[in-house]
């Protein structure tokens, strides 16, 4: 994999990644781009104690925008994107609109705020666009497996990277697919966002992870991992590396961890070995999850639905960049919020103001569906 | 208020909360119903110490019946419904389709397992819908004041009610509108969950008030509310008993606090005149919602949104049972998911797998707004 890095007319950073290592990257984005939007803010929600960005820049980006304007595609003659090249494998490239960024530190909104209320801080950190292919009406499940090693290879260069920001706590390596979930851009990308906090679910993971250590001198995702292998009943595929499986506590109606069988904290602790099994097992689940409803969900409509392809997030949980490096374990966390077709789960009252889930799919259930559709 | 109380077909409890004392409600449920689902489970996420509700009845209700087959309407001849009544001021009846229920204390997946992997116990609790008005057609922004105040009175009863079941640790009173938000049934309703146990929101924010107590000695929330009405920039309306303010670190685009102007456990602790002016700004509240994008909003369609109506979820926050009654604060919170005409937030990677959010729509920005649009 041969990386190289060129700044985009607006001094954003971009990075391709090429499988091919006698890739030449000379092209020059050619736009006139405005300044970077303003900075974001952070302010702390005292009932909580957590951190909430407050980014109104963002209000003003592109929704799902035509085609023939998508921002993704590689650059041809009239129409200039975010990337230069007219081919590419993989692309990062820092967000035009993001939720954290390092100008945040220089910016009006920038002085920091500990006394009175609220509290309140720079923005600062990374938001970055990890484009997966130069086809448009593509999709991660139709990637092959060495271009899924491609983008694996990214994130974990990008996880390196970027916790050695100033500032940054936490990376965190994501897609979100479908407009259900709120994509605002067809072509099939993924995000990171590098924060200037340990976010807080990791916190909540790592809480429990410290009184099951307490209590048990071991690790508590590890323990999970042995005790979903032992009973196998919601475990959907397995590799020499790593482990797919149901939590038998899931809140999704359609959920998997996928795992590595030893405690690794990030990405960057992966060997060779390891982020081959991880990619293979990954596409595997991503298009059993695609193929889960196919066929099924497009004739039964409905108005609520927007499109026939599953709709998921996934989550590459790590750990935090400076803290809690043994307590915590990596896990690729692939959730959809389609509970059959033509039915969504929503996240309403018990959900979104409790915190309280409800989940109307059995884990067993969802097991055994995704075990029959799923091709190793 | 007269309170009646009836038995349904299956012998769910239906109550009917009138504003005539003399009304008398002597109407059988005519219907062959069958008996209650399956009860559901409660699974222990280790991961996060949080437990949630296996609950595949759910899967078969009724998703936005037509009109003509509204469950939630009166009874007339040859469409009998939940309500057995040909009219209505607000009735309350046991879900149908609960996520918790008293059955479970009995049911099949009613033993408890603390031990080994997953821990399980059964859903014993109690779900309610709460119908507003018999008017299929309108909704809560469209009562009369007097409504609004009949419906908190329902809300206090129940909250002493079911605060009273065997194992309910919390209850919740919400409302869940618009399809965005994942309704399943246009007829006005909120809904109240009977918990059984402390809801993962509801420990965070005691946490936080009890850290907040030991080194200050004071109520959080009621020193968060002191610092909103005295810098004024958030508050968006108040009267004699209650502010309703957008908290500095909302994490929704539109997202409003209704707080009384003492420290109140629940609803139960409310004075009559309190109540009176609950109601009258808990109206006033949605109603600006309602006119936020009014007019603006049906005209810019989009494929995602489904409605002009303002989906909006509103959450009353109420002590545990049996806990920390001097620490919590009652409020209720009202927000939205629309952050412009035709644009939804969405619970995407950030929030919906690490709880970081990020907020498109400034406080003080979504505030004017709506202090532009209130009416007292």
Chains 1, 2 share one sequence.
Not at 46 to 75: H, K, M, N
């Amino acid at each position: 994999m041969k990386q190289s890095s060129i700044r985009l007319a607006d001094g954003r950073e971009l990075l391709y990644f090429d499988e091919a290592d006698d890739r030449v990257r000379a092209a020059v984005d050619q736009r006139d781009l405005p300044s970077p939007p303003a900075p974001t803010q952070l302010r702390l929600d005292p009932l909580t104690d957590e951190w909430v960005a407050i980014a109104s820049s963002r209000q003003g980006r592109p929704l799902l925008p035509p085609t023939s304007e998508c921002p993704l595609c590689p650059s041809k003659p009239g129409h200039l994107t975010e990337i230069p090249a007219d081919d590419y494998d993989v692309v990062v490239f820092e967000n035009r609109f993001p939720s954290f960024s390092s100008s945040a530190a220089l910016g009006a909104m920038g002085a920091a705020e500990t006394d009175g209320y609220p509290q309140t801080r720079p923005g600062v950190g990374r938001c970055e666009v990890v484009c997966f292919t130069p086809e448009h009406d593509s999709s991660f499940g139709r990637l092959g497996p060495a271009r899924v090693r491609t983008v694996l290879g990214a994130l974990a260069q990008r996880t390196a990277e970027l916790g050695e920001l100033p500032g940054v706590e936490q990376v965190f390596c994501f897609e979100n697919r479908g407009v259900e979930i709120g994509v605002t851009m067809h072509h099939p990308h993924g995000q990171i966002y590098a924060y200037p906090y340990v976010t807080p679910r990791t916190k909540l993971y790592l809480a429990a992870a410290h009184r099951h250590r307490e209590r048990t001198g071991r690790n508590l995702y590890a323990d999970v991992l042995a005790a979903e292998v032992a009973s196998g009943e919601r475990v959907i595929a397995s590799n020499e590396h790593w482990t797919a499986f149901v939590p038998a506590a899931a809140r999704w109606p359609f959920e998997v961890h996928l795992a590595p069988n030893r405690q690794v904290a990030d990405l960057t602790g992966l060997t060779e070995s390891e982020r081959d099994a991880a990619a293979q097992l990954w596409l595997a689940v991503v298009r059993a999850f695609d193929s889960l409803f196919d066929g099924t969900d497009r004739a039964s409509g409905g108005s609520r639905e927007h499109s026939p392809a599953m709709p998921y997030i996934a989550a590459w949980h790590q750990a935090p960049v400076r803290a809690d490096r043994d307590l915590a374990y990596l896990h690729l966390q692939i959730f959809s919020i389609r509970r059959a077709p033509g039915k969504l789960k929503y996240l309403a009252g018990s959900e979104s103001a409790m915190g309280a889930f409800v989940n109307d799919v059995p884990p067993e259930e969802a097991a055994a569906a995704l075990r029959a559709v799923i091709k190793i």
